[in-house]
């Protein structure tokens, strides 16, 4: 009965594939890293920014899905929220977050933006629930 379900090649891929599933889960805390565009888009938008008092400091390690004020996807590593109300960052919000193209939610409130619109760039986040630049 094993001998016959093993080489059954459809049972045998399903079974790996729930393999993989489950050592993804248990390990995902570890292994979760974010995806390189979606970093580089961070890392510039962080050079975009002024952050007199390093409420971005912990946004230099590989792994983006731990930086202050992000949350990925647990399943995929895309980047879902972008949540930074500080109160302490400044100048400006540069276009790539456009790149975060899975983005739900983004809360910049009580920074320094000073923009008199809502910048253009963000209508192009089609994934966007919330949205908080007050
Ligand atoms: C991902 O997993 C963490 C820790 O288990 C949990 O706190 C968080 O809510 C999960 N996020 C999503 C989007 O499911
Ligand atoms: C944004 O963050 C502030 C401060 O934590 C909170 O009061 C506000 O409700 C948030 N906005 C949204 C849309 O969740």
Known sequence: MTTTSMTN????????FMLCLVSHVVNGE???RCHPKEREALLQFKAAAVDHYGMLSSWTTPH????????CSNLTAHILSLHLPTGYISGEIH??????SLLEYLNLS???FGYEKI????GSLRNLKYLDLA
Do not use: A, H, K, T
């Open 9 to 16: 090649p459809v049972r045998f891929r399903l079974m790996m």
């Open 30 to 32: 570890q292994e979760m």
């Open 64 to 71: 983006c899905c731990q930086w202050q004020g992000i949350r």
């Open 95 to 100: 276009e790539s977050l456009m790149e975060l």
């Open 110 to 112: 009580s920074n320094y």
């Open 119 to 122: 910048p253009d760039f963000l």
